[in-house]
């Protein structure tokens, strides 16, 4: 048996935060009352008698999410090959330059003259998306991808208005991240779905066959969310703009693909960027991610406002922007992400941003052909950034996906993306990204050969898996038809 | 590169398993006129030496690496954050997980996640809270979606003009493709929002206030409870400074049905207006519909008690266009972050630094009002105030910034009605010097 990096560890209890703490213990230390009392004078009405917070010493709190990190798994902890969610590292000095402290205490509503240094960061990284992705505008106010999808979307409403045109369908891939049509949805527009074709890419054909003058256009991903380049995404976009739509471009897997496409000549008009996938920001167990839009000149009227103008050598935010679709977001968005972005962009330069697409690409290829006698690879086209497997062989001795992936976690791997796309039935996706060397890659596949092997040999090993974390399989149905969300 | 770890060798070997002869064979099914032409026009690779310099100057390009002290509020917040909670939540095992999609490895993220939700519930007054919204403004965007949801046929919704401009906007955007009515409710001379029309507003399915207010006036939640039932709509209750129900009951104590807002005072630096919080809860009888991720308690397969993302199938990877939003990445770390403060704090540190909040910008508001300002409103405010002056502020305004000293925010550029009125705010982090000298130089 090839042993991953895990094995059994020491794993401490650690209760609710309210099950600890005694009332009148502090881990926060009280400024200085320098000016006299006066709440009393509040109408009693108002008044809140007191809020049910435990109350903790400081190595109460230390002890609690020291705790609670050792129960968790990040990108530093080990491989986290989740498809389509592009964990690469996430470098340590954009964290420390985001705190630089003129940057992380800037109020978001100084004047334009007090704000150069966050302005700056902001034209610059507008400027470098811009360059990157071969398109001519970009506005960084998106707070994710699924927001960047939105303002898309409320930009190809706000453009066919301007026009005076009534369009209420858009055509969307079966491969599609659900974000897609949720965000045209709440856009109004009706999705139309578009079955991709038994290679895995679109078929020109059944876009043109489904394109029409009441489509507002398409959204597709490129790469695919199948891992495969859209080769006829040409032919695709001609077909759109020749009954006057618009293409939107999910730019998830950016990273197959930095300096190598050029996404104004495929023909894209608006693409978001998933700052926390590309561009190494981290992602929290959940965010904050950032999602600029990237677009077309003649889409750029319709930015969200405002964004963020150069004069002379001065930076200006410019508001007078009449075909705006508005504000997404209180201020600028979730801008330290931005920064952190900025900050990897300077580290990297244009050759290192093109060499982590290719090392991505790479390690994608690396892995498919090194699992395809073992796993059922769902597609024969070359693959760019991650490669999709089924359970197709292992189904034959009752060994699902879920199983695999569930040892995968005992040996100290996060498992790939599993059951998505939806088009691949127990789907296993991997997307190594860039930041795994080869020995890593290879004491990764070499146990997940094994747990194939044991599966064959030993099912319910597969099926009783994770045995050594803290807790194992847990009850989802329960958890679903019981909701208890607060304690 | 350093985070670039192959090797010239290794990538020979690995290209020969995939039976390539350089890195550019990988590419050659994407067409030609596809391709980027030339070289990314990008700067030249930075050192981390040479990138920490070049941080250094662009912060002191801002004027936040040169002053004493912003009295400036409006939605983004100066308090004390512990060291504690920075260190803490920045573990790298926090930091750089992804969604807690598997939960087994990410109980960490999970727990806490659950702890912010019930920590949030608490706060707020509501039975239920949802796992983050990406700021203040969404958040309302999203509340006010909700109800429309909950409300069916009903399209219109209120919303009172004392809500923040910049959150009013969002909402903006966001209903803009619906065929939706949005009515905004004015003011009464106290400050507070003038509900007396409701009445005649048909097809009303939600009322929206903030409280404290734009303005930091202080609403009469429980008497607008009653007058918004009474027409039956819902009662979306949002606000911009959380810390003001250490002091002041909160709105589910007042009979809100939705209660939103931002969450950046708990612990997050203000980083010119993000990552902030977007903060969400509601009734359990309305659970079913709430947007973005939840996360539920439950036991695992030998019966111990555990966390997962529950509720699934409201979301968009599930019900794709019929999802309750297309939200997916929230504000995770922020999350944990304003639980880890808010664990700090405890409830009777909260009480306590909401207290000296209310005393210090009351100190602030009598001494301006001493010094000859006139409150442009008459109700109790927390935190922040607004002012209108018998000359001119500008000049007073422009001699603080010399000393470094931002007090004020002009309120023309969001409320024409009252240009020359400006908006001050002081919180513990306001030294009683600092307030002396801003009405010094009123006084003179």
């Known amino acids: 048996m090839t042993h991953g990096p895990g094995i059994s560890g020491l794993i401490l209890e650690e209760p609710l935060l309210w099950e600890k703490g005694k009332q009148g213990r502090s881990a926060f230390s009280m400024p200085e009352q320098d000016v006299p009392e006066a709440f009393s004078e509040i109408d009693e009405n108002l008044l809140e008698s007191g809020i049910d917070f435990p109350d903790l010493s400081e190595v109460d709190v230390v002890r609690h999410y020291t705790r609670l990190s050792g129960w968790n798994f990040g990108v530093d902890t080990g491989m986290y090959p989740l498809g389509s969610c592009t964990m690469k590292y996430n470098p340590k000095i954009n964290e420390k330059m985001a ?126 969310t199948l891992g495969l380049f859209e080769e006829s995404i040409r032919e695709i976009t001609a077909i759109i703009h020749a009954k006057g739509g618009l293409v939107y471009g999910d730019g998830a897997n950016m990273n197959a693909v930095m300096g190598i496409v050029d996404f104004k000549r495929c023909g894209v008009d608006v693409m978001h960027l998933n700052l926390h996938k590309t561009f190494s920001t981290p992602h929290g167990g959940g965010g904050p991610g950032a999602g600029p839009i990237c677009v077309v000149e003649k889409l750029q009227p319709f930015l969200p406002k405002p964004w963020v103008i150069k004069t002379g050598s001065s930076y200006h935010l410019e508001y007078d922007c009449p075909d705006s679709i508005g504000r997404l977001h209180a201020f600028f968005g979730n801008f330290s992400v931005l920064v952190k972005a900025y900050s990897y962009i300077l580290s990297m330069g244009a050759k290192n941003l093109k060499k982590a697409s290719q090392l991505a690409v790479l390690n994608a290829n690396y892995v498919r052909e090194s699992l395809r006698d073992v796993l059922h690879l769902a597609y024969e086209k070359p693959c760019m950034h991650e490669c999709v497997f089924s359970d197709k062989i292992q189904n034959e001795y009752k060994i699902t996906t879920l199983d695999m992936a569930k040892r995968l976690i005992d040996h100290g791997y996060h498992p790939p993306t599993i059951y998505f796309p939806l088009v691949v039935p127990g789907a296993i996706m991997i997307e190594p990204t860039e930041t795994e060397n080869k020995d890593d890659l290879d004491q990764f596949i070499a146990v ?36 208890c969300l607060v304690g | 590169m350093r985070y670039l770890p192959h090797t010239d060798t290794e990538i020979k070997e690995m290209l020969a398993v995939t ?57 983004s917040y100066s308090h004390n954050i512990p060291e504690i909670v920075p260190s803490l939540i920045g573990r790298s095992e926090f930091l750089t997980a992804y969604t807690p999609y598997q939960p087994e490895m990410a109980q960490g993220t999970l727990q806490g996640i659950f702890e912010y939700q019930t920590l949030t519930a608490r706060l707020l007054g509501m039975e239920v809270a949802n796992a983050s919204m990406y700021d203040g403004a969404s958040a309302l965007a999203e509340a006010i979606l909700m109800a429309l949801r909950i409300a069916r046929k009903k399209r219109t919704i209120a919303i009172s003009t004392a809500i923040h401009p910049r959150y009013r906007e969002v909402v903006r955007s966001y ?73 002041f009951r909160n709105p589910g104590a007042c009979g809100a049905d939705i209660v939103c807002g931002e969450g950046q005072s708990f612990g997050m630096s203000q980083s010119f207006g993000g990552p902030g919080l977007g903060m969400f809860a509601c009734r359990t009888k309305n659970q079913r519909t709430i947007p973005g991720r939840v996360v539920g308690e439950t036991v695992d397969v030998d019966g111990k008690r555990g966390y997962v993302l529950t509720l699934s199938t409201r979301e968009q990877h599930i019900r794709r266009e019929k999802a309750t939003s297309n939200i997916c990445s929230n504000q995770g770390i922020c999350a944990l972050t304003a639980a880890a403060y808010m664990a700090s704090l405890g409830g009777t540190g909260l009480r306590r630094v909401a207290k000296l909040n209310y005393d210090k910008a009351d100190y602030l508001k009598k001494g301006m009002v001493q010094a000859g300002a006139k409150l442009l409103f008459s109700a109790p405010t927390f935190n922040e105030f607004a002012l209108t002056f018998p000359n001119d502020f500008e000049p007073a305004r422009k001699r603080l910034l010399d000393k470094g000293i931002i007090a004020g925010m002009g309120l023309g550029s969001f409320y024409k009605e009252y240009e020359g009125a400006y908006l001050f705010c002081a919180t513990e982090t306001a030294s009683k010097a600092v307030l002396d000298a801003v009405i010094k130089e009123v006084q003179s």
């Open chain 1, 448 to 483: 997940f050969k094994d747990v194939i092997r044991e599966g064959r040999e030993d099912g319910e090993r597969l099926r009783q898996a994770p045995t050594i974390t803290k807790i194992r399989r847990l009850d989802e149905t329960l958890a679903a038809r019981r909701p």
């Open chain 1, 99 to 224: 705190a630089t402290p003129g940057i992380a205490m800037a109020h978001p509503l100084l004047a334009d003259e007090l704000s150069q240094g966050t302005l700056q960061v902001m034209f610059e990284l507008q400027t470098f998306l811009a360059n990157l992705t071969g398109m001519d505008a970009v506005s960084l106010q998106p707070a994710a991808g699924a927001q960047g999808e939105m303002a898309g979307m409320l930009l190809f409403a706000a453009y066919f208005r301007k026009k005076g045109e009534k369009r209420t369908k858009i055509l969307i891939p079966d491969t599609a991240h659900g974000t897609n049509p949720a965000s045209a949805a709440l856009c109004g527009f009706k999705p139309v779905l578009l079955e991709s074709s038994p290679d895995g890419t679109l078929d020109v054909q059944t876009v043109a066959d489904l394109m029409d003058e009441e489509t507002v256009g398409i959204m597709l991903t490129n790469p695919n």
């Open chain 2, 175 to 247: 209903l803009q493709a619906g065929s939706f009515t949005i009515i905004e409710l004015p003011l009464t001379k106290d400050g507070r929002t003038d509900l007396s029309g409701l009445q005649d507003i048909d097809d009303l399915a939600a009322v929206a206030l903030q409280s404290p207010n734009f303005f930091g006036v202080v609403e009469d939640l429980a008497t607008a409870a009653d007058t918004i039932h009474d027409i039956k709509a819902l009662f979306i209750s949002c606000f911009s400074e959380p810390f003001a129900y250490g002091l």
């Open chain 2, 19 to 75: 039976g390539h002869d350089q890195l550019e064979d990988l590419f050659t099914h994407i067409p030609e006129e596809c391709r980027y032409q030339g070289e990314v026009d990008l700067p030249e690779q930075l050192s981390e030496w040479a990138l920490s310099d070049h941080f250094q100057s662009l912060g002191t390009h801002n004027s936040a690496s040169s002053t004493k002290a912003v009295l400036l509020g409006a939605g």
